[in-house]
């Protein structure tokens, strides 16, 4: 009898165990999509790659590239002297729409334009693994790589 109960009790405790598993994946994968791990973060662009080239171009100063992202699928950021902000939606992919922004002259060696360009033509993105996220042109042709630059 004691052997039994024993059986029993173990039978139990594995299938709480699973359960629990089940649940805490579960809840990762609604915050994968939801997307709050990339809101209220300030993520400052660090290179873009073009893969057929194969040509990397490192940012000079991160700092002054940047996106926030919203809860309310809004982002706000930086393009070097320029104030940039616009949408962005997760379904299907992950796209940015560019709104309103400055459009003052930052000097010949900003990256302010090529960088909106970049932002417009964004089809996928999310966390990287690695604690940056990255945003991808279609067909993975050109890799946006960003640096978490700490809380919003």
């Given at each position: ?72 699928d ?38 302010d ?11 996928a ?28």
């Amino acid at each position: 009898m004691y052997i039994r109960t024993v059986k029993a009790s173990i039978f139990v405790l594995v299938l709480l165990v699973s359960l629990f598993t089940l649940v805490a994946c579960s809840s990762s994968e609604d915050a994968e999509t939801t997307g709050t791990e990339i809101t209220d973060i300030v993520w400052q662009w660090e290179r873009v790659t073009d893969r057929p080239s194969g040509e990397t171009t490192t940012v000079p100063n991160p700092e002054n590239y940047t996106l926030i992202f919203k809860d309310d699928d809004t982002f706000s950021g930086q393009a070097d002297c320029n104030q940039i902000s616009g949408t962005y939606s997760q379904e299907g992919g992950f796209t940015l729409t560019v709104g309103p922004s400055t459009m003052a002259f930052c000097g010949e060696d900003s990256l302010d334009q090529q960088y909106i360009d970049l932002l417009n033509g964004v089809v996928a993105g999310g966390p990287d693994g690695a604690g940056g996220f990255a945003l991808e042109w279609a067909g993975a042709e050109k890799r946006m790589e960003f640096s978490n630059g700490g809380a919003a």
